[in-house]
Nanobody
Framework: VQLQASGGGLVQAGGSLRLSCAAS????????VGWFRQAPGKEREFVAA????????YYEDSIEGRFTISRTNAKNAVYLQMNSLKPEDTAVYYC?????????????????WGQGTQVTVSS
């Protein structure tokens, strides 16, 4: 299974973007899919995750209701709708899949990673 992240771009503060993570290859049925982001000079950090079986979402506290994660079984895809973007949201965003149940909060919990998509928010 390969993951492909897309949808990044340049947006002004207060604007919106929707990121997509598409899975290709064999049947895609992970335990969870997560979004992480990495700003220059910083560690890769958790943003959001969704449990594949029941679509339960989980978010990093600082997201404060601005982002929404969703998934579609039919397209083997996960989306991250990002609203009210701030300059501090600027980062490369990665999607990742986790096969086995357990923690979904750490980058070390995930087995497969997409290549990342750049999000730049101007002030």
């Amino acid at each position: 299974v390969q993951l492909q992240a897309s949808g990044g771009g340049l947006v002004q503060a207060g604007g919106s973007l929707r990121l997509s993570c598409a899975a290709s290859g064999r049947t895609f049925s992970p335990y969870a899919v997560g979004w992480f982001r990495q700003a220059p000079g910083k560690e890769r950090e958790f943003v959001a995750a969704i449990i594949w079986s029941d679509a339960s979402p989980y978010y990093e506290d600082s997201i404060e209701g601005r982002f929404t994660i969703s998934r579609t079984n039919a397209k083997n895809a996960v989306y991250l709708q990002m609203n009210s973007l701030k300059p501090e949201d600027t980062a490369v965003y990665y999607c990742a899949a986790k096969e086995l149940s357990g923690s979904i909060w750490s980058r070390n919990d995930y087995d497969r990673w997409g290549q990342g998509t750049q999000v730049t928010v101007s002030s």
